[in-house]
């Protein structure tokens, strides 16, 4: 239960989704426990304020944002990279509180010279620019989608005694469209980092976690992105000078099911949503 933390030079966690039934916060705070970052860049939608309900915030959730805090009160610089689903902090770009920075996007300078352009995505999401309440009927979909989908994987599992399933996965991996999207959205991702020189671009949102060098007729470019806490319980880690993919595994479950209490605290949930209005009360 001491286990020596794993020092991370920076590490990036996207698309948490904290207030909805499909973020895995108990894998994640086992995760975030287990390791001490110089940097911490939280790439967007850790929060879901579009879906955010004081009577959905279990005692998990709530310790997701306490570490969080905990390495900002411990003087560790992060970064919180506005994303769609709270898009409501926006507003807040540039505030900064210790080492707490809220931005829409940063370029971080690694230790060897080179430059990671990081922002969370939806900047290219079309159905989010012209049509906000189509995406939000759209994100309450997916996240029935993965309540189902954890019905399922508990009869799976418990019952039939097999593997797990991931529906949303399945889903676009096998419509054209949404492969389509993803090729266009790293490809686009790439084309912009390689005509801002930069070395690395690093995004969230489409819930895809990847690491790939991208071509085009001006140079090529190393695209990542952090995947998420909802279906691919995945994160993004840099040390000594390369970087590679964190995958939560079953196997870590043992040691969490042992620190990670289960229970819901709607006092964590109520004093969440004092946080968000005293965000509004620090508006110009």
């Not at 426990?33 to 110089?38: C, E, L, R, W």
Request: with cysteine; hydrophobic share 40%.
């Amino acid at each position: 239960m001491n286990k020596q933390k794993r020092k991370i030079d920076i590490v990036v966690i996207s698309d948490v989704h904290l207030g909805t039934y499909g973020c895995h916060a108990k894998e994640l705070v086992h995760y975030l426990k287990s390791i001490k970052p110089k940097v911490v860049v939280l790439n967007g939608d850790i929060v879901d304020i579009w879906q955010f309900s004081k009577s959905y915030w279990p005692k998990s959730h709530m310790k997701v944002i306490k570490q969080l805090m905990n390495w900002v009160g411990k003087g560790i610089k992060t970064y919180y990279v506005t994303g769609n689903h709270d898009e409501m902090l926006r507003k807040f770009e540039g505030l900064k509180m210790g080492s707490l920075q809220i931005v829409n996007k940063v370029v971080l300078q690694l230790p060897d010279g080179k430059k990671a352009w990081v922002f969370h995505g939806d900047v290219f999401d079309v159905t989010m620019q012209h049509s906000k309440w189509l995406a939000k009927l759209g994100a309450i979909g997916y996240d029935t989608l993965i309540v189902i989908n954890k019905l399922v994987n508990f009869i799976s599992e418990r019952i039939l005694k097999k593997g797990k399933l991931s529906f949303a996965q399945k889903i676009k991996s096998s419509v054209k469209t949404a492969v389509s999207f993803i090729n266009s959205f790293e490809q686009t991702s790439a084309d912009i980092g390689i005509s801002n020189k930069f070395d690395y671009v690093i995004c969230g949102h489409i819930h895809h976690p990847e690491i790939r060098t991208i071509s085009n007729s001006e140079g090529q470019i190393t695209y990542l992105n952090s995947g998420d806490w909802v279906e691919n319980l995945s994160a993004l880690e840099f040390v000594n000078g390369e970087w590679s993919i964190f995958r939560f595994k079953e196997s870590d479950k043992v040691e969490m099911n042992k620190n990670v209490e289960e229970e819901d605290d709607l006092n964590d949930a109520q004093l969440f949503e004092n946080m968000l209005m005293d965000f509004n009360l620090m508006k110009q």
